[in-house]
């Protein structure tokens, strides 16, 4: 039986070969015409050159001529060598121009020159150096403009020959630097990958048992939350070579490169064992297999299964793991998924208040820090960064604290840097009229006496009235006391009642309503929508739920497609629910502020005068309301 499959293994090899050398075959086919054809371009360009560049515009006439325009004194500066006499001669129009004529025997030509004054020289010119001149040179010249096309293409003139080859970066054991102490706020994905960690290096503790690695290892997670540095960590802690390639980097226009690439990349793997095979963004080569019925065999198909086939047949003995990285799991094919190639799934999640700290902690290693900064407030009034957004905060606090010339950064360009990142750069030389400052000060003062008023809404951090980012005239910040994982009926209400209050308190100062409010009214419609057609909080149409689009797991957008599969009567339905339900929320909000409408034209007063009011300062005016209505 085993010989049977060892001969069935060097036949499948020697198939594998033999494409190999068919493939090389064609590709050097390729390079040949390639390079003929830019030969023969060169050679063109070369007649032409000599033709008209170094020869100029010279006219051969014979010697009888030659000869009469002598007699005639029309000929000047002649040079005569051993087989051709060059000139100037002068034409029937006055015009001077050089001519050439073959050289004969004559005894009494030079006499003749003696005679009528004209000047001659001789020259003897080697052939050898003329050549050079005008041939090799320009040869050489092109040669060297398509050794720099080549270099340009693909890094070096022998890369034509080279498509196939894989373009994964190869890092040394001793290259990376990266360790586990460089990755913060993702200690439950630590803990994962430690076990592969200790395989790399101790690979024996596990063969002795009976048990086996997983193959591959698939980091999931949202964009910026350190992947890609998790893997380089795992690299670095287990000291053997890392090699890293990008989902887009195997596929190329040429039919069978990117199958290529991969068998090049795992042959590399094996040779250098035990290692680690790391490919970011793996949805740009795995996406599953007959989505586009019109290109079922396309290149990236074929690269696909070549990977699905090559993950198949290494043996996880030699030490070579496979990790890969994406935000869209839920477009990978399948069979790439399954026990035996990615086995194990690890979340790379958005860090929580505890993580955020410790994620600021690592960034804030080689920043001068101000007596003043603490972290931990910094980190809960960041819910939702991930590692690249907290870097980038980080980064921002110290430009502004080296633009105010300070030697430190304090807790003053944190908060700066945190509106910044949110809310968008500030616009303080925008000029606003009057009554535009008016509404938005009334519109942001409803958000924020709608989010105060509430029991279960996040409490405000900020209100401000200074144009910010693209469109934001104004903003209400809030901030979460705690991290947050589900949200009940009566909250998404509230969080309707919070972004409705804008457009309320428009209504009932001014009598009209303006654009302001439109980010409002689609983010309060987008819930109410949730809660009919996902979440089942329709008492009239019950514990069902009506949305078939797939949306992404871990990025914020709407696919914008999928089918509808329910009645019109029950999409009639489904808009008057969310009708309902956006309608029941503007009118509790309405009856609220009008009910306080005398702290609301209070806190927007303060609003117009300060330009921005801190959380502590408006429930300090609310309090101060509250005890002269007592009084």
């Known amino acids: 039986m085993e010989k049977k499959k060892s001969r069935q293994e060097k036949k499948k090899q020697k198939n594998i070969f033999i494409e190999l050398k068919e493939q090389n075959k064609s590709k050097e086919q390729k390079t040949k015409n390639f390079t003929f054809l830019y030969f023969i371009i060169g050679f063109i360009l070369v007649v032409v050159i000599n033709t008209y560049l170094f020869t100029g515009e010279i006219k051969n006439i014979p010697y009888s001529e030659f000869k009469e325009m002598i007699n005639k004194g029309k000929v ?3 040079i005569i060598d051993q087989e051709t006499i060059q000139g100037d ?9 050089k001519f050439l004529t073959s ?3 004559d005894p009494d030509l030079v006499k003749e020159l003696q005679q009528r004054n004209i000047k001659f020289a001789g020259r003897y010119e080697n052939k050898i150096v003329k050549a050079l001149v005008s041939w090799v040179l320009p040869f050489a010249i092109i040669f060297l403009i398509w050794n720099l096309l080549l270099r340009k293409m693909g890094g070096a003139p022998s890369s034509v020959l080279n498509f196939g080859k894989s373009r994964g970066k190869i890092y040394g054991e001793d290259e990376i630097k990266i360790t586990f102490e460089d990755v913060a706020g993702v200690d439950e994905a630590k ?3 430690k076990e592969i960690i200790e395989y790399l290096k101790v690979p024996e503790k596990f063969l002795n048992i009976g048990g086996k690695i997983p193959k591959g290892i698939l980091l999931v997670g949202p964009p910026g939350t350190g992947k890609t540095l998790l893997a380089k960590a795992v690299a670095g802690e287990a000291k053997v070579p890392f090699f890293s390639m990008s989902g887009s980097d195997f596929v190329e226009m040429f039919v069978g490169v990117g199958a290529s690439r991969v068998r090049d990349l795992f042959s590399q793997a094996q040779q250098k064992a035990p290692c680690i095979i790391f490919i970011d963004e793996l949805d740009a080569l795995g996406k599953a297999r007959g989505i586009n019925p019109l290109s079922s065999h396309d290149e990236r198909e074929q690269t696909l299964n070549q990977l699905l086939a090559e993950m198949d047949g290494f043996d996880t003995k030699t030490g070579v793991i496979i990790m890969g990285a994406t935000n869209r799991p839920e477009i990978l094919d399948p069979a790439l998924l399954r026990p035996g190639r990615f086995d194990r799934h690890i979340l790379v999640d958005r860090p929580d208040i505890k993580g955020r700290e410790e994620i600021l902690k690592v960034h804030t290693k080689g920043v001068k820090m101000g007596k003043d900064v603490d972290l931990k407030v910094v980190a809960a009034r960041t819910p939702g960064f991930v590692g690249a957004d907290l870097a980038n905060l980080v980064n921002e606090a110290a ?3 080296a633009r105010k010339g300070k030697k430190a950064v304090t807790m003053e360009e944190f908060e700066e840097a945190t ?3 949110v809310a968008g750069l500030e616009k303080k030389k925008r000029v606003m009229s009057r009554k535009e400052k008016e509404i938005v000060a009334y519109h942001e003062t409803g958000h924020a006496l709608m989010a105060e008023f509430l029991e279960t809404t996040d409490p405000v951090h900020k209100i401000s009235i200074i144009p910010r980012g693209i469109a934001a005239l104004g903003y209400t910040l809030q901030l979460p006391t705690e991290d947050r994982y589900l949200m009940t009926k009566r909250e998404l209400l509230d969080r309707m009642c919070v972004l409705l209050g804008g457009r309320v308190a428009e209504e009932i100062v001014f009598g009209e309503i ?8 689609f983010r309060a419609t987008d819930i109410a929508k949730s809660m009919v057609k996902e979440y089942g909080m329709s008492e009239k149409l019950g514990y069902v739920t009506f949305e078939q689009n797939r949306k992404p797991l871990f990025l914020d957008i709407n696919p914008g497609y999928g089918t509808k599969e329910y009645s019109e009567e029950t999409a009639r339905e489904i808009d008057g629910e969310i009708k309902r339900i956006v309608n029941e929320c503007y009118e509790k909000t309405k009856s609220i502020l009008m009910e306080k409408r005398a702290i609301l034209d209070k806190v927007a007063n303060t609003l117009l005068e300060k330009e921005s009011i801190d959380g502590e300062e408006l429930r300090r005016l609310l ?9």
């Not at 303006?514 to 009214?521: K, R, Y």
């Not at 309090?623 to 009084?631: A, I």
């Open 514 to 521: 303006s654009t302001g409010a439109h980010n409002d009214l």
């Open 76 to 78: 000047s500066d002649l």
């Open 623 to 631: 309090k101060e309301e509250d005890q002269g209505t007592e009084g």
């Open 103 to 105: 050289r004969v025997e």
């Open 419 to 421: 509106d910044r990142v």
């Open 89 to 97: 001669m002068l034409t029937e129009s006055g015009k001077k121009v």
């Open 191 to 193: 803990e994962e990958l």
């Open 399 to 401: 430009l502004l604290a």
